[in-house]
């Protein structure tokens, strides 16, 4: 700020924080790292296939000068490229431009006060261009800190919302984090079996929102992601999973549902290159299933969505679409695939 002013006269960067996926891949800052000592390599080894990401230790701070050393590497080498694609992703780069210092911050080695001093210091020193300081600032600031206030706010019921009525259990391909058909699930799961973690844009529109659009019970889906995530203290959980990845608090986090069909997918990231699912068809053999599900999910709860103003527009759509029984009658199947019950190879069969 300068006075009652915004720094540049702008009150946020987003227009230019939305960039897709490079077309070439992309070239991405070196991910911090520090080799493992003697004692937890043996530790690594002791603890074997019982967890997940145990490999990928060395990604991740130990102590608090791993913390220190992480953050002054995120300042000088990944937030300076973060704002342009922080919304985008990569089967074949798990981090991009991301700092991960959710890890250190959410296991208590780095304070939220000494990474916003840092990235403003890193700003004014001109390291880091304003829409990139901006953007990460509001992921702490107005996003992380404005999370922890909700939890002490909270009550005890918050926890158990289901406010879409949502029964299915997490399915165990996404318990074993394997092959699926999807090939955005199979990208975002592998990046959770190898590292421990994933981006926000892999947490909220792949998982959250596969999981949404096929009737995951939030809960699940929520403990689910708190044991496997390294960053998932319970408190970071509960609203980004219960309230805005979910919608299972019916709004008190966020004011619509985040949920997209499969072009969302093709427009930010390379994950529909070569899946077996088209973005663009709704149904037929070839349907993306989060596409279908999309549909089927605003023409399932166009009653309990209908006075949600941001969603008028695309629930009107649902509600005109010449292919809407069509789209009813093939969600079922749809969901079948998200949940790892039914392969497109069963569905060629059956056609």
């Not at 960039?19 to 530790?43: C, F, M, N």
């Not at 937030?79 to 296991?107: I, K």
């Not at 992921?139 to 009550?155: K, Y």
Request: charged share 20%; net charge negative; proline share 5%.
């Amino acid at each position: 700020m300068v006075g009652d002013e915004p720094v540049g006269g702008r009150w946020n960067y987003d227009e230019d924080n939305r960039k897709p996926l490079p077309r070439d891949g992309g070239t991405w800052p070196e991910v911090w790292s520090r080799p493992l000592d003697d004692d937890e390599q043996a530790l690594v080894e002791h603890l074997g296939a019982t967890h997940r990401g145990g490999d990928a230790l060395a990604f991740w701070p130990r102590t608090r000068a791993d913390a220190l050393s992480q953050l002054h590497h995120a300042l000088h080498n990944v937030l300076p490229t973060f704002g342009p694609f922080e919304d985008a992703a990569s089967s074949g780069h798990w981090a991009l431009s991301h700092t991960r210092l959710s890890v250190a911050l959410n296991l208590g080695l780095l304070h939220p006060t000494e990474v916003i001093d840092g990235v403003l210091r890193a700003f004014d020193d001109g390291l880091v261009p304003i829409a990139s300081a901006e953007g990460f600032l509001r992921q702490i600031i107005g996003w992380r800190e404005w999370v922890w206030a909700w939890h002490r706010v909270l009550d005890d019921d918050y926890r158990s919302s289901n406010a879409l009525s949502a029964h299915e259990p997490v399915p165990e391909s996404w318990r074993s984090m394997g092959d699926h058909d999807m090939a955005c699930l199979r990208a975002v799961l592998r990046h959770l079996h190898d590292y421990g973690w994933t981006h926000h844009i892999e947490r909220l529109m792949v998982l959250a929102n596969a999981a949404t659009l096929a009737g995951i019970n939030p809960v699940a889906l929520n403990d689910w992601m708190a044991e496997n995530f390294v960053d998932g203290a319970e408190w970071v959980m509960e609203a980004n999973v219960l309230g805005m990845g979910t919608y299972a608090d019916g709004g008190r986090i966020s004011t619509k549902p985040y949920v997209s069909g499969g072009n969302y997918l093709k427009k930010m990231t390379n994950f529909c290159k070569g899946c077996a699912f088209s973005p663009t068809e709704r149904t037929g053999p070839a349907a993306c299933p989060l596409t279908n599900g999309y549909w089927n999910f605003l023409l399932d709860h166009a009653e309990t969505l209908g006075s949600n103003y941001r969603l008028a527009p695309q629930l009107r759509a649902a509600q005109q679409r010449p292919d809407r029984v069509e789209i009813q009658r093939e969600a079922q199947r749809c969901r079948s695939i998200i949940l790892g019950r039914q392969s497109q190879s069963d569905t060629l069969v059956s056609q």
